[in-house]
């Protein structure tokens, strides 16, 4: 195992990317990721890759479109009102079906909103705000270790089901400090390769046969046919992309539902209500499309109340209710507009919503 | 540790998320003890999280006043700009000022403009070395990062922190090899190194090793200010 570094989640980002097999990234800059654009802007080049500072998001997510229809393993990151703009793009990409990795290192909203950490944008990457029948597997990480961690994968996952594969990290993990270990760099894939491997790619003549890559359908027929495969392979994402980790749900008394940062202000709730005898769990999704309902059925049968924590007004409760189905009753702790709620605040918001439930 | 001789005007770079922001801070608060008037200025107007003049209240009520970037109450803003009223405990010479400049080449370009102030005996500019940051785990990458720094500002950089941390999985060790690479550093450079930042709860056990005293002298005890403790819970 390579030594402990101490990084910053946005330098992470970046360098567990190129680890990964990043060698394109388009950017745009904005608060709180511009660590990162601004480090793939030094290290891209450095390190084989190709950086452009697009002129917009619009433009990132559309030279990135351009890049994974000729085969390229492209990255393209940005913040809540950007992800949003380039939510077109990223339909289009699904319906192409092409593989990208996008980072979304999230702030407050709606609107320009402020730069602070938010989880406002569960609702834009689980239900995709693009237009038409698609879906993003998104995966929420919780620290830094986790992001490099799945940043490291997020490339070859993209290649093998051909779509985006979105990553929501608040601000918080972004602007944090954390020790990490990395990954040992994996090999970049030639333009050679790209012919073999990505048949469907636009790789140029030498591969010897044709490949469009369009979102165009005018035919219903055939749109329908088209819509119906992407589907095929979402029913299968749901299977196989499901993650999640659990922690004391089996015999909770209350069990919180939680990711990223606000699931570790969560983790230490729970040793504080421990303290004072209360058995309380955690399920914290780490993909958040598929949302993993499966973590539920592990739930103590005998358990109070179901706590959806959130920076947020509850997004993601339509979710655990689903998934509760009736089982359970779900309520919500939050705070929005960029506040962090202390582990005090949520100890003490949890007992009284407990107290409800004698 | 002795702050009494330290100069009036304490201004300190480095690589960003080297810990300046938290060696200010606990700094400052140490060196309120010795002054009836200090202040801490936050330069920073690179970073959006994380900055000294979040802990505004807890340094107030040490007694020291904060200035830099932010209007009255509004300290998230983003905004690339100083308030007038910064250069004010620069001007006046009762006040022991502390500077919290951001962070690498381009975050402490900010000083330029407070180059009047820098006169020579009154002013030391201290750069923050944590060898377990990869840009400065070297001695190239550090050196590299302090000429930046020293080309950036047009101000010699007068002495070194040694900040070699891993967060709460710092272990003593790393404060003495953090030392040890500061060594070649200082030589290199022919500057002292000023201070080493040694976590509290490890602060007996760092004197009980076989250090020297240099090192001794300079070991400023640090609190985590600026971490909450669920930023250091596994997920």
């Given at each position: 195992m390579?030594?402990?570094?101490l990084m910053?989640g946005?330098?992470?980002f970046?360098e567990?990317?190129?680890r990964?097999g990043?060698r394109?990234?388009?950017?745009?800059p904005?608060t709180?990721?511009n660590?990162?654009?601004?480090?793939?802007s030094?290290e891209?080049?450095k390190?084989?890759?190709k950086f452009?500072q697009?002129?917009?998001?619009?433009?990132?997510?559309?030279?990135a479109y351009g890049i994974?229809?000729?085969g390229g393993n492209v990255?393209?990151?940005s913040?809540?009102p950007?992800?949003?703009l380039?939510q077109?793009?990223l339909?289009?990409i699904?319906s192409?079906?092409?593989?990208l990795?996008?980072?979304?290192?999230?702030?407050?909203?709606p609107?320009?909103g402020?730069i602070?950490?938010g989880q406002a944008d569960y609702?834009q990457?689980?239900?995709?705000?693009?237009?038409?029948?698609y879906h993003i597997p998104?995966?929420a990480?919780?620290?830094?270790q986790e992001?490099?961690?799945i940043l490291?994968d997020a490339?070859s996952?993209?290649d093998?089901?051909?779509n985006?594969?979105m990553?929501?990290?608040?601000?918080m993990i972004?602007?944090m400090?954390?020790?990490v270990t990395l990954?040992?760099?994996?090999?970049?894939?030639?333009?050679d390769?790209?012919?073999v491997r990505k048949?469907?790619?636009?790789?140029?003549t030498?591969?010897?046969?044709?490949?469009v890559?369009?979102?165009?359908?005018?035919?219903p027929?055939?749109l329908e046919?088209?819509?119906e495969?992407?589907?095929?392979?979402y029913?299968?994402?749901e299977?196989?992309l499901?993650?999640?980790?659990?922690?004391?749900?089996?015999?909770a008394?209350?069990?919180?539902v939680?990711?990223g940062t606000?699931a570790?202000?969560v983790?230490?709730?729970?040793?504080?209500?421990?303290?004072d005898g209360i058995?309380a769990?955690?399920?914290?999704?780490?993909?958040?499309?598929p949302?993993?309902e499966?973590?539920?059925?592990?739930?103590?049968?005998?358990t109070k109340?179901?706590?959806?924590?959130?920076?947020n007004m509850?997004q993601?409760?339509?979710d655990?209710k689903?998934?509760v189905?009736?089982?359970?009753?779900?309520?919500?702790?939050?705070?929005?507009?960029g506040?962090?709620?202390?582990?005090l605040?949520?100890?003490?918001r949890?007992?009284k919503?407990?107290?409800?439930?004698? | 540790m002795n702050?009494?001789?330290?100069k009036r005007i304490?201004a300190?770079?480095?690589h960003?998320g080297?810990?300046?922001?938290e060696?200010?801070?606990?700094y400052?608060l140490?060196?309120a003890?010795l002054y009836?008037k200090?202040a801490?200025?936050d330069?920073?107007?690179?970073?959006p999280?994380?900055r000294?003049?979040e802990?505004r209240?807890?340094?107030e009520?040490?007694?020291?006043r904060v200035?830099?970037?932010?209007?009255?109450?509004?300290?998230?803003a983003?905004?690339p700009?100083?308030?007038a009223?910064?250069?004010f405990?620069?001007?006046d010479?009762n006040?022991?000022v502390t500077?919290?400049?951001?962070?690498?080449?381009?975050?402490?370009?900010?000083?330029?403009?407070f180059?009047?102030y820098?006169?020579?005996?009154?002013?030391?500019l201290l750069?923050?070395?944590n060898?377990?940051?990869p840009?400065?785990?070297?001695?190239?990458?550090a050196?590299?990062?302090?000429y930046?720094i020293?080309?950036?500002?047009g101000?010699?950089i007068?002495g070194?922190?040694?900040?070699?941390?891993?967060l709460r999985e710092t272990r003593v060790?790393?404060?003495?090899?953090?030392?040890?690479?500061c060594?070649?550093l200082?030589k290199e450079?022919?500057i002292?190194i000023?201070?080493?930042?040694?976590?509290v709860?490890?602060?007996?056990d760092?004197?009980k090793k076989d250090?020297?005293e240099?090192m001794?002298?300079?070991?400023?005890?640090v609190?985590?200010?600026?971490?909450e403790?669920w930023?250091d819970?596994?997920p």
């Open positions: 390579s030594e402990r570094v910053k946005n330098e992470a970046g567990a990317a190129i990964g990043c394109y990234y388009v950017g745009y904005i709180p990721q660590e990162l654009t601004e480090f793939m030094r891209m080049t390190r084989g890759g452009v697009a002129e917009s998001e619009l433009a990132s997510i559309n030279m994974a229809a000729a990255f393209v990151s913040a809540s950007g992800i949003a380039m077109e793009g339909s289009f699904c192409a079906e092409l593989p990795v996008a980072l979304n290192v999230s702030r407050g909203g609107g320009i402020g602070q950490p609702n990457v689980t239900r995709g705000g693009g237009n038409g029948d998104v995966f990480p919780a620290s830094i992001s490099i961690d490291y490339f996952l993209a093998e089901w051909r985006p594969i990553i929501l990290a608040d601000g972004g602007q400090m954390e020790p990954p040992e760099p994996k090999a970049p894939i030639s333009e390769e790209i012919a048949p469907w790619a636009l790789s140029g030498k591969k010897g046969h044709r490949s890559v369009k979102s165009l359908r005018m035919q027929n055939d046919k088209h819509v495969k992407l589907f095929e392979k029913r299968q994402a299977k196989e499901v993650k999640y980790d659990s922690d004391r749900i089996e015999d008394e209350v069990v919180f939680s990711f606000t570790r202000i983790s230490e709730v729970i040793d504080m209500l421990a303290e058995k769990g955690l399920i914290r999704p780490i993909s958040l499309w949302f993993p499966e973590a539920f059925s592990k739930v103590n049968p005998k109340v179901v706590i959806s924590a959130e920076l509850g993601m409760m339509t655990v689903a998934a189905c009736g089982r359970f009753p779900v309520r919500l702790i939050n705070r929005t507009g506040i962090i709620p202390t582990s605040e949520i100890y003490e949890a007992k919503i407990l107290g409800e439930y004698k | 702050l009494a001789m330290d304490v300190v770079v480095g960003f080297s810990g300046k922001t060696f200010c801070i606990n400052a140490e060196r003890k009836k200090s801490l200025i330069l920073d107007i690179a970073n999280y994380f000294s003049r802990k209240s807890l340094l009520s040490a007694g020291i200035f830099g970037s932010f209007y009255q109450s509004e300290i998230t983003e905004l700009a100083l308030t009223n910064a250069r405990p620069l001007e010479k006040y022991a500077i919290d400049v951001g962070g690498d080449a381009s975050g402490s370009m900010i000083l330029i403009q180059f009047k820098f006169i020579e005996g009154d002013y030391e750069c923050v070395i060898k377990n940051r840009e400065t785990s070297s001695i190239e990458g050196l590299s990062h302090i930046r020293e080309k950036e500002t101000l010699k007068t070194l922190i040694n900040n070699t941390h891993l060790d790393d404060i003495i090899q953090g030392y040890q690479f060594q070649e200082s450079l022919r002292p000023r201070f080493s930042c040694c976590p709860l490890l602060y007996e760092l004197c250090i020297n240099a001794k002298d300079g070991i400023l005890p609190a985590l200010h600026m971490r403790t930023l819970k596994k």
